[in-house]
């Protein structure tokens, strides 16, 4: 391991004396340095540039509250698929996606009822009718995403929605403006970089795919999400790093404005540093990880 990237930004850097930063790693010179390998020292944090060398084979990313804003999505994504569940499912109830969303989300409410959350409905059998089992459903996506629940029968019907707003442009993905210069230079340093969101894999593809700055879907090498696993649960990020095929999990650092979502990624091997962006959540104190403002402190 190089940094102990668990180690928070005010605290001492622990190091490795076998560390190679990602530049020497990869053969290239560092502009501020000549092309020997940097002393150990050096490695932990240049002051020309700012920059805290790595050596990550893999960037796992977060969205809300790291590459983008929560007010995108709990302002501009959410209402978005609240006003439009109902008219959605009435223009695609026979299509084959609507009709997998509808028993997903059948068997999410029966397990919803079964453990008595808040605002769970039970949904009428396909025989009472479209318009009965649409209103009940409304009712059910409308309580879940009141509640913000990240659960895959939610995200999956989200992602169909949105795709209309984006189709219509009446959407636009929206991200932090150091995003896309990031992206554009850890791809070009030849890091992969990944996406592990709540939002459906369509989604994410959405969001990036749509932006001010084009398509940033070119320096992504690909998604998950909750089709692995809950966001808070180890075995989620030690199933994305078996599917990355990476030597060690310490090869890949995970970017969360979550706390739970960075323990759990460090519990399956990765390293993992908080996103601290205007509009999040405050942090617990002495939550023991590193804390970056913007991805070109990286
Ligand atoms: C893929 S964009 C929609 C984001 C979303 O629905 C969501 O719940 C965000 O969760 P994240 O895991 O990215 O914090
Ligand atoms: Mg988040």
Redesign the pocket.
Same mark, same amino acid.
């Given at each position: 391991m190089g940094l102990d990237w668990s180690t928070p930004s005010h605290g001492p850097i622990q190091q490795d004396r076998g560390a190679i930063s990602a530049p020497v790693k990869a053969g290239l010179k560092d502009s501020n340095h000549n092309s020997e390998p940097l002393p150990v020292s050096s490695l932990v944090h240049d002051t020309v540039s700012s920059n805290i060398y790595f050596d990550m084979r893999c960037i796992l990313l977060? @969205?809300? +509250?790291t590459t983008t804003p929560i007010t995108f !999505?709990a302002d501009v994504?959410f209402p978005y698929a609240r006003d439009n569940v109902g008219k959605h499912l009435s223009a695609t109830y026979d299509t084959e996606d609507t009709q997998e969303d509808i028993k997903l989300l059948r068997s999410q409410v029966e397990d919803d009822l079964a453990q008595g959350i808040d605002g769970a409905v039970s949904i009428p059998p396909n025989d009472a009718g479209k318009d009965a089992v649409i209103a009940a459903l409304v009712a059910n996506v409308e309580a879940m995403i009141r509640a913000d629940r /990240?659960i895959t029968a939610l /995200?999956q019907l *989200?992602g169909h929605i949105w795709r209309t707003g984006f189709q219509n442009n009446e959407l636009k993905g929206e991200f932090y403006n150091d995003v896309p210069e990031a992206l554009q230079s850890w791809h070009s340093l030849g890091i992969k970089i990944y996406i592990y =969101?709540? +939002? =459906?894999r369509l989604? *994410?593809r959405l @969001?990036f795919g749509n932006t001010k700055s084009g398509d940033l879907r070119k320096y992504l090498s690909g998604f998950f999400d909750t089709n692995v696993g809950n966001?808070r649960e180890t075995s989620s990020y030690i199933q994305i790093s078996e599917s990355l095929g990476v030597d060690n999990p310490s090869e890949i650092l995970f970017l969360t404005d !979550?706390v739970q979502e960075a323990v759990a990624a460090k519990a399956a091997g990765l390293k993992a540093m908080i996103s601290v962006r205007p509009g999040n959540a405050p942090l617990p104190e002495n939550h023991g990880f590193k804390t970056i403002n913007s991805f070109l402190e990286i």
């Open positions: 977060d @969205i809300e +509250g !999505v994504l /990240k /995200k *989200q =969101s709540s +939002g =459906s989604a *994410q @969001i966001k !979550v």
